[in-house]
Nanobody, 114 residues
Framework: QVRLVESGGGLVQPGGSLRLSCAASGTIFRLYAMGWYRQAPGKQRELVAGITRDGSTNYADSVKGRFTISRDDAKATVYLQMNGLKPEDTAVYYC????????WGQGTQVTVSS
């Protein structure tokens, strides 16, 4: 069974930065494309950033130029560097394998507020 554990969230002022981590276990991590998702109160979960097995990336328009996704296959970990944070980035952030049926982790709360 795949287990995903997100960390690195917190409270940050607008314009600040955070780096999220997601450690995976129970799978051959390097074989899977991964994604970071977020869910704000009252909204559906949305894909924020994706990374393929070979490191190609894609981003939601709302975060392009501010967020960077990366992966370390040796550590079975995917990261999300978030710069220039805005209040509208406030959400619970989750990682998951793209196009898989893995269960969701507990997520990590990101709150952007002055």
């Amino acid at each position: 069974q795949v287990r995903l554990v997100e960390s690195g969230g917190g409270l940050v002022q607008p314009g600040g930065s955070l780096r999220l981590s997601c450690a995976a276990s129970g799978t051959i991590f390097r074989l899977y494309a991964m994604g970071w998702y977020r869910q704000a109160p009252g909204k559906q979960r949305e894909l924020v950033a994706g990374i393929t097995r070979d490191g190609s990336t894609n981003y939601a328009d709302s975060v392009k130029g501010r967020f960077t996704i990366s992966r370390d296959d040796a550590k079975a970990t995917v990261y999300l560097q978030m710069n220039g944070l805005k209040p509208e980035d406030t959400a619970v952030y989750y990682c998951n394998g793209r196009f898989t049926n893995w269960s969701w982790g507990q997520g990590t709360q990101v709150t952007v507020s002055s």
